[in-house]
């Protein structure tokens, strides 16, 4: 049963719904619409007035089909250039001051968002008597695009742009907004390294399987892309894209020339990523990316069979390998830099492979940080599972995770030791 519960800061009253586990306000918008003349531009902060109907969730960003849906299956969510929204997740919208998690999801920059099920946060809000805060970004061209003389990384300032929003207003939702820990998997948990290299507002990260440098574009290669882009689309600016519909920029995305202009990069990167465009994030980011990880406390680690969940990619010794280049050997590598400059840094892997197929592959440990089980139905990366092996690694994650979302050690010894979930 619902009942009706609300938030209130400044002239603005949040409307949201009190369920059996936490409160929950969806759809709180962080920032102005980036639709016609702001697509493609940084984000506006928005200044919430008057009553807010946070009752019902809202869309996710325009996306295709994610590449990982053979291992995770897919999510049926209403999608929106007016997505710039947050859902909050908390025990009561009191005085308490509780620890605050953000969640930044993954999917490549291109796929995902915070308004899903498989990211709900209401029992990480309940067992943990903690304030949880999922993010909409925008994805694809909509919020990574670069083309020469404009904005870049717009889909980076969004994830900001959302953090600042928390830091003002989370006091209203029972939340602290001096202990915030960002947390975030694959270009979710990437995102938090590029916003460390910045000024960061929170103390504590939590990075699951991220490549953390790996996706990097210089401005070059991303204008190149750009360009092709561009051209797919049928227009020489990005004036001009802005009257295309939506359907068209996620079209443009598997035209002939884009897929070329990408495999002619010969990065193996994704078609949209950060950009190392001079201004958001630094031309030569070595020096900056150096520096990160003593910015924040982390709880950092991978799955041990990372590629599995990949189209042409599975449990063979390359593909492993390959898994420990791109995902394993950073977070290690982080974590020693983290400890080499003072801050507290814990290390896992994940290991439990129910299925044969997919293994201990890239998301897999998704439903269980998140105690979400039941959300991950039918997915074919869980083929094999039981009842009780879910139970024991949601008895085993959950409470670590929201351990170090309070400040405190997850459960085992700091990097270079590692704790196996298998």
């Known amino acids: 049963m619902q009942n009706s519960v609300i938030a209130t800061f400044g002239t603005a009253t949040v409307?949201?719904?009190?369920?059996?586990?936490?409160?929950?306000?969806?759809?709180?918008?962080?920032?102005?619409?980036?639709?016609?003349?702001?697509?493609f531009l940084p984000p506006v902060p928005c200044a919430l007035e008057g009553q807010i109907d946070a009752t019902r969730p809202g869309p996710v960003a325009p996306q295709l089909p994610s590449r990982l849906a053979d291992a995770m299956g897919d999510f049926d969510a209403p999608q929106s250039e007016d997505c710039l929204h947050l859902t909050v997740w908390t025990p009561a919208p009191d005085a308490?001051?509780?620890?605050?998690?953000?969640?930044?999801?993954?999917?490549?920059?291109?796929?995902?968002?915070?308004?899903?099920?498989?990211?709900?946060?209401?029992?990480?809000?309940?067992e943990g008597d903690v304030v949880v805060v999922n993010v909409n970004y925008r994805l694809a061209a909509l919020g990574w695009l670069c083309v020469p003389g404009e904005p870049a990384n717009v889909g980076l300032?969004?994830?900001?742009?959302?953090?600042?929003?928390?830091?003002?207003?989370?006091?209203?939702?029972?939340?602290?907004?001096?202990?915030?820990?960002?947390?975030?998997?694959?270009?979710?948990g990437s995102n938090i390294a590029a916003l460390l290299t910045r000024k960061p507002a929170f103390q504590r990260?939590?990075?699951?399987?991220?490549?953390?440098?790996?996706?990097?574009?210089?401005?070059?290669?991303?204008?190149?892309?750009?360009?092709?882009?561009?051209?797919?689309?049928?227009?020489?600016?990005?004036?001009?894209?802005?009257?295309?519909?939506?359907?068209?920029?996620?079209?443009?995305?598997?035209d002939p020339g884009v897929k070329t202009a990408l495999?002619?990069?010969?990065?193996?990167?994704?078609?949209?990523?950060?950009?190392?465009?001079?201004?958001?994030?630094?031309?030569?980011?070595?020096?900056?990316l150096a520096a990160a990880p003593g910015k924040a406390d982390v709880l950092i680690g991978s799955t041990a069979?990372?590629?599995?969940?990949?189209?042409?990619?599975?449990?063979?010794?390359?593909?492993?390998?390959?898994?420990?280049?791109?995902?394993?050997?950073?977070?290690?590598a982080w974590a020693q830099a983290a400890r080499a400059a003072g801050?507290?840094?814990w290390l896992y892997e994940f290991a439990f492979a129910p299925s044969d197929r997919f293994g201990a592959c890239h998301c897999i440990e998704l439903p269980f940080m998140f105690g979400n089980v039941g959300a991950y139905a039918g997915a074919p990366m869980l083929d094999g599972m039981t009842p009780g092996d879910a139970d024991r690694l949601v008895g085993q994650m959950l409470p670590a995770w929201l351990r170090l979302i309070r400040g405190e050690s997850p459960g085992w010894p700091q990097a270079p030791a590692l704790r196996t979930f298998v």
Not at 24 to 38: H, K, L, Q, T, W
Not at 106 to 111: C, E, L, R, V
Not at 159 to 171: F, K, L
Request: hydrophobic letters at 45%.
């Open 96 to 126: 308490a001051h509780r620890p605050v998690v953000i969640w930044l999801h993954g999917g490549a920059w291109q796929s995902g968002g915070g308004a899903i099920e498989w990211y709900d946060g209401s029992r990480l809000a309940s």
């Open 15 to 39: 409307h949201g719904v009190r369920q059996a586990a936490a409160c929950r306000f969806s759809a709180i918008p962080y920032a102005e619409p980036p639709v016609g003349e702001r697509r």
């Open 263 to 288: 495999a002619e990069e010969g990065t193996g990167r994704s078609l949209f990523s950060p950009v190392l465009d001079g201004k958001v994030l630094p031309f030569d980011i070595e020096v900056d």
């Open 205 to 254: 990260a939590i990075i699951q399987s991220g490549s953390m440098g790996r996706g990097y574009r210089s401005r070059a290669q991303a204008d190149a892309i750009g360009l092709a882009f561009l051209q797919a689309l049928g227009v020489a600016s990005l004036d001009d894209a802005r009257a295309l519909p939506v359907q068209a920029l996620l079209d443009a995305q598997n």
């Open 157 to 188: 300032l969004d994830c900001e742009t959302a953090i600042a929003w928390v830091v003002r207003h989370i006091a209203a939702f029972g939340g602290d907004p001096a202990r915030i820990t960002v947390m975030g998997q694959s270009a979710g």
């Open 305 to 332: 069979d990372e590629m599995a969940a990949f189209p042409g990619m599975g449990r063979d010794a390359d593909s492993r390998a390959y898994g420990r280049r791109v995902f394993v050997a950073p977070a290690a």
């Open 343 to 345: 801050r507290n840094a």
